[in-house]
């Protein structure tokens, strides 16, 4: 049971590596992102060139002027390539909590000052990658490891079943699957 969700666990964090691989790559190219204007303010979830962005400003309808009027509108968009630190250079370095290889998470003010609030929270791609690829990893070390010990065993490769009793070269009783060559 833990084994199963061992695994699924490992499938799913090897697929969004996969995704967050494939938008690093597109992230040069060209930047997708899902916006949320409501009331005022407005909720950004997109990709830079160098990693997945989530932003929200308060009051940012009052200063560009708000889509939603008053209530609220989502939209998917793609726009030119950027870095963290492109745009209207609404990250302020030094007011950042955390700003660190791309890493960076802004809880305050925007440095174009005002009373607003300004979240930005920042991961870049090679920390996703690092992350999502942990998992599967030690599932192919694991995996790897178990090979080996059942080569050196004598047991099925496949199944595990003990071949030491069976003849020489037959397939797995068990499975059916062809005996690997005996290393
Ligand atoms: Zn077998």
């Not at 200063?63 to 209530?71: E, F």
Request: aromatic residues 10%.
């Amino acid at each position: 049971m833990l084994r199963v969700l061992f695994n699924t666990l490992s499938l799913f964090s090897l697929v969004l590596a996969i995704v967050f691989s494939g938008f690093w790559v597109r992230g040069q190219f060209a930047a997708d992102f899902i916006r949320c204007d409501k009331n005022n303010d407005v909720m950004l979830l997109g990709v830079t060139r160098s990693g997945v962005m989530f932003l929200y400003l308060e009051g940012f309808g009052l200063i560009m002027g708000s889509p939603a009027g008053g209530g609220s509108q989502w939209s998917v968009d793609t726009a030119e390539p950027a870095g963290v630190n492109d745009g209207p250079g609404l990250i302020d370095d030094e007011k950042s909590q955390i700003n660190f290889l791309d890493l960076v998470v802004h809880i305050g003010t925007p440095p174009f000052g005002g009373s607003a609030q300004l979240v930005v929270l920042h991961v870049p791609f090679w920390l996703l990658l690092l992350l999502t690829m942990v998992l599967p990893m030690v599932r192919f070390v694991r995996w790897r490891r178990a090979g080996r010990a059942r080569r050196r065993l004598g047991l099925c490769m496949q199944c595990g079943y003990d071949l030491r009793g069976t003849s020489a070269g037959a397939a797995c009783p068990e499975c059916g699957t062809a005996r690997a060559a005996s290393a």
